[in-house]
């Protein structure tokens, strides 16, 4: 194998030495059987102002002559690996994107990571159409002066965002945001982050009706192969401040399609919001988390007014309402696979009434976040952590997309 790496202007070139990864801040070997070729929807980047790191023959680190690269992921893949990569001083923080180690080997670019869904509604070749366009004037005429709406046109036309395509297409899961606010102020939030910090996916500044979340909702459930609408998405904050909206909406949505999947993503702040949904008709959730160790959540959420308390009831809540409970596992290097975390993980999962772990690659500044959370024990690998929880967890899905509650095994 050899080591990737760019010059000033962003030109990958490869060199001859020992690829790297990092788990945590720990420098590992890239082995080429926990590889797997660069997929077909993949960015490759270079890493301004972080400079690459390789391995010499006797495992010690080394400064390479150039910028760092990493790969970008498509849908449906975990990283494994960080890339090996150590930041000048001062430098400007990363755009949030899951970065991911890269190498080279016999010709071809390899990616530390696992393919870990398939579920063909999220391949990336179904989406910008070129009937986008149409599909959204379409939505605007049938649905004249609905803000959310206006708010999806921007995420599917500017912001390439697949949820928001679906929901003009009238297929599969269709985005309902819902809240302005939020109560965390996430490390990695990607809808609102100070500067100089980019965001991927700027917040909706407004708080939509029930009327128009409803009026939405039913116009994407009348299109074929629709049969998802999801509160909580990447440009809003959490659903669950809009209790009251939401409710009186749900019931709007399960009034007129009583087969839906009524989902809510949410940071699970709020039993009794949740639980009131559930009354109302939402049937599925699916809960976001970083760790189930105190100081570690807190440091990466930052949380108002709640704690892992009221993330694990949520679960609860959900499953004693006969619903769908998920969990979106935020995960990185290092340490979702450390074995304290994995033991919380286990646990939580059972006392949620998981039906299903999302694993999801943590969109962030690895060298930011690192700064910021508290030290954990090595990480055993995240392709060890993938099968320990396969092995405790029997009868729970694994992979990163949400399925309709009446087919949990569609592929």
Not at 35 to 46: C, D, K, M, R, S
Not at 197 to 219: F, K
Not at 222 to 251: D, H, M, N
Not at 263 to 275: D, F, I, K, M, Q
Request: glycine share 8%; aromatic share 4%; charged share 25%.
């Amino acid at each position: 194998m050899r080591a990737c790496l760019a010059s000033s202007d962003g030109e990958l070139r490869t060199v001859d030495a020992r690829p790297a990864g990092r788990s945590g801040g720990r420098l590992v070997p890239l082995d080429p059987a926990r590889l797997i070729p660069l997929p077909e929807a993949a960015t490759v980047a270079h890493l301004p102002g972080r400079r690459a790191l390789g391995l010499d023959g006797d495992g010690r680190e080394v400064e390479l002559d150039g910028l760092a690269v990493a790969a970008v992921l498509p849908v449906g893949h975990l990283r494994t690996l960080l890339p090996a990569s150590r930041p000048d001083p001062g430098v400007p923080r990363l755009p949030l994107f899951g970065y991911t180690a890269v190498a080279e080997h016999r010709g071809r670019l390899m990616v530390a990571a696992a393919r870990t869904d398939r579920l063909e509604w999220w391949a990336p070749e179904r989406f910008r159409r070129a009937d986008l366009g149409e599909a959204v004037a379409a939505a605007r005429r049938a649905l004249p002066g609905n803000r959310v709406v206006e708010q999806l046109a921007v995420c599917a036309l500017e912001h390439n965002c697949y949820t928001a395509q679906n929901t003009f297409h009238r297929r599969y899961e269709g985005a309902l945001p819902a809240s302005p606010a939020c109560n965390a102020d996430c490390l990695g939030c990607i809808s609102l982050q100070p500067d100089p910090v980019p965001t991927p996916q700027p917040r909706m500044r407004y708080a939509p009706t029930a009327d128009e979340l409803a009026d939405l909702a039913a116009y994407h459930l009348a299109g074929e192969g629709a049969c998802i609408v999801s509160f909580g998405q990447g440009c809003e904050g959490e659903p669950l401040t809009r209790a009251a909206g939401l409710e009186e909406a749900t019931r709007r949505i399960r009034a007129e399609h009583p087969e839906a999947t009524i989902h809510v993503n949410t940071n699970g702040s709020s039993p009794e919001a949740l639980r009131r949904l559930a009354a109302a008709g939402c049937n599925s959730v699916r809960i976001s988390a970083i760790s189930f160790t105190d100081p570690v959540f807190r440091a990466y959420y930052r949380p108002v007014g709640y704690g892992l308390d009221e993330v694990v009831e949520c679960g609860r809540v959900m499953c004693a309402a006969g619903g769908q409970v998920c969990l979106n596992l935020l995960t990185f290097p290092g340490l979702t696979d450390s074995p304290e975390e994995l033991d919380r993980t286990v646990s939580a999962c059972r006392e949620m009434g998981v039906e299903q772990i999302q694993w999801r690659s943590l969109n962030v500044d690895h060298d930011w976040l690192l700064e910021e959370l508290p030290a954990t024990s090595p990480g055993v690998g995240m392709l060890e952590a993938l099968d320990r929880l396969r092995r405790e967890l029997p009868g729970v899905q694994h992979g990163n997309f949400t399925r309709p509650v009446a087919a949990a095994t569609i592929r």
